[in-house]
């Protein structure tokens, strides 16, 4: 049971349980710099639980990935997306949700689904911290779902992001962290990604003169 | 002798509901810069309208005249149920959380019906709005007792609150959840800002004030008075449930007394939090309270949800 865990284990269910809900905010948050907000809180509780678990179990190497973590996925990419949404004079944007309700329920369908999927996986090892698997793949799968209910680039982009956190969160929490040389990639590949999309907000927009990605399905020379 | 206690206890409880609400009331003034009114304002009022002649609407059945008196009563037992100094009183093993919630909606129908009865637009309005408020809140506040049910094996109130002082300090992820949730269904329940102003008249946005508009004197005594109660037993609620640490585990007269001062510390400290919040929220829109329920509704759900993948082992 819980009880017998070191307090250091139950923080990082804590952590593990408040990453979901941050996954469920951002699923139901309408503002654009609302949405970016709770993502820079994610990336702050992703490098907070990569450091306990660095603390935990004594991997050195892990406190090298939580500041990279903090550095650049609770404030570089947050604040870079923060300036495109001033810079292109979309904060006073809603993108909202259709039947919030519902997505909402489908997301907790998910992270029951999730932690189906997983069971298998937690039962055949004696990780404590295995449990928080299912939570990762949650929030990969909410990340998902966030960016197919949202119809603008920039929660989008949002949610693309926050796939790549669950998928970090795994390899935090179920192998102790990639190699070094791994994990440095994968943060500047995300790094680069930030960059792309913030081009590509450019151009979108100046293609079809607003974020609203369902609006590249039609032709431009269709009369609207 | 436990007995005896019980039945004190469900006399402080019931006497230090208005004394909660004056130091809200209180704690509200002083964050919005105004001379707050006495501590015991609240039953200087209640003295005021108990003293008062009661005038019955002309279209008054007898369910109008009976409901404050239900809705006083069921107050009050319920009030006698929920462990507020000691935890193993005998009245506490009488019913559970289920029951808790029962006892909820029974007080509520008659205040519903009582809003309705006398006809009036704004006594239908009101109901049909706390009936809207309450269906949406009671499956988050079920879903709130599903975990602490699942956590500590037991509806039963005082049993579950033993499960908490005897496994310590835990980190549970699911209580976290809980917590927020039965926060955020306590301040829709207990008609506070976001959700309901208690404070105004201000007639499209009423729902409680809407639902006893008719009502004066000894019958509008009760019906405040109740709902004081309520406040209090949300308050309670949220801090014996969940801290429940220092609340007295036998019948002592210093476990007792230790007890008492830790709830009103408690009391003291969550009042604080509410007028924080009802100081710095405004009160929203009546069609966005089911966006606000539904969360409280999904903080539970992922309650449960932590509590069965985060908590759960299969060694």
Known sequence: ?224 | MAWILAILQTLLFIGGAPLLAGWIKMLKCWLQNRNAPSLLQPYRDLRKLWRKESILPESASWIFTAAPYLVFTVAVLTAAVVPLVAVDLPSARIIDVFGLVGFFALARTFLVLAGMDIGTAFGGMGSSREMTISSLAEPAMLMVVFTLAMSAGTTNLSMGMDYVLDSGLVLRPSFVFALGSLMLVAVAETGRVPVDNPATHLELTMIHEAMILEYSGRYLALMEWASQIKLMLYGVLIANIFFPWYIGRDFSPAALGQGLLAIMLKLALLSVLLALSETLLAKMRIFRVQEYLSFAYLLGVLGMLSHIILEVYYA
Not at chain 1, 202 to 208: A, E, L, M
């Open chain 1, 1 to 224: 049971m819980l009880d017998e865990l070191s307090y250091y284990h139950q923080a990082i269910l804590h952590l593990a349980a408040l990453i979901t809900l941050s996954s469920f905010l951002m699923l139901g948050q309408s503002r654009l710099l609302r949405l970016i907000g709770v993502f820079a809180a994610q990336g702050f509780l992703l490098s907070a639980s990569t450091a306990l678990v660095a603390q935990t179990h004594d991997f050195p190497h892990l406190y090298i990935s939580a500041l990279l973590s903090l550095l650049l996925k609770g404030l570089l990419i947050p604040m870079m997306l923060y300036r495109l949404v001033m810079r292109m004079n979309l904060h006073r944007e809603m993108d909202t949700v259709e039947h919030p309700a519902g997505v909402m329920m489908g997301g907790a369908t998910l992270v029951v689904f999730s932690y189906y999927v997983c069971l298998p996986i937690v039962k055949l090892s004696p990780l404590m911290t295995l449990n928080t698997i299912s939570v990762s793949l949650a929030v990969v799968l909410l990340g998902m779902l966030l960016m197919i209910t949202r119809r603008h680039a920039v929660a989008q982009v949002v949610g693309f992001m926050s796939i790549e956190n669950g998928l970090f969160f795994a390899a935090v929490v179920s192998t102790m962290g990639m190699p070094m040389v791994v994990e440095l990639g994968i943060a500047f590949d995300v790094l680069v990604a930030a960059v792309i999309f913030g081009i590509f907000f450019f151009h979108i927009r100046s293609s079809i003169d607003s974020l609203d990605v369902d609006r590249l399905s039609k032709l431009s020379e269709v009369e609207e």
